[in-house]
């Protein structure tokens, strides 16, 4: 397949680039205008007004999503939220704009999403035909979601990834949750009851090559393992893997000091999602279980419990 990728820049879209390169499928980046590098494997689109280099979708076979501002690059100041919405939403309407308008739309169109869509349901298991929560986050992924409408009008089969925490050394939650880890002073954050839902990098690289070949997956897919864990759980196992001690907690009052309204909507809330699709597709993960995907991760050898 020739794919059409926006995001290509960030943790997941350089690491899907040269996986899909590698698996021999070319990739052609769709960058922002003010970013664009002049070579023959990049265009340049707009994601406010919709512009986009005439030619982008020539030879097109499909379109893979990603671009957006970064739901955690800081605290939810109402100017932040603005920017969230129009990166994420108006993006990937115009997007979805651009491609509705092709006499001929490459088949499928995989765009991201996250779990942040189900909001905080404390123990609830959550699959994708799980209701929407309530508040910032699980408003703007629904808005997110729907902003493709276009694109599945036109007949274009859309696949919405659910994407849960992504586990990276090169980028993301853990990288930032090593430096205090490997100082000892790493612990859980508020009750450490809040379950979390997580995916290897490596696994939703093949999650997302499956949904661009896979014709009856569409809609919502929990890019998620099987197997969630609660904060305490994650903190030990991190620990563990580190060979650290992980005996310093942060109250619930600190993060929220800390991170504001983020806070309860990334740090504390509580999303015990499963793959559902994925298990129905009978998709076989790399790193199911939190002790080997972290070793994996971490290029730390050795056995520790399957938590």
Known sequence: MNVLMTGSSGLIGTALTSFLEHQGHPVRRLLRTQTVETNAASCSWNPVDGSITMGAFEGIDAVVHLAGENIAGGRWTAARKDRIRESRVTGTRRLCEAVAALEFPPPVLVAASAIGFYGDRGKDE???????????????????????????????????????IVLSQKGGALSQMLPPFKLGVGGVLGSGDQQMSWITIDDLLAVTLLSLTDDSIRGPVNAVTPYPVTNREFTKTLGSVLRRPTVLPVPAFAVRLLFGEMADALLLASTRVVPAVLRASKFEFMHPHLDSALQHVLNKPGKHSRR
């Open 126 to 164: 959550l699959n994708e035909s799980s209701a929407l929560g309530a508040g910032f986050l699980p408003e703007i992924c629904q808005a997110w979601e729907s902003a493709t409408a276009p694109a599945q009008n036109r007949g274009v089969r859309v696949i919405f990834l659910r994407i849960g």
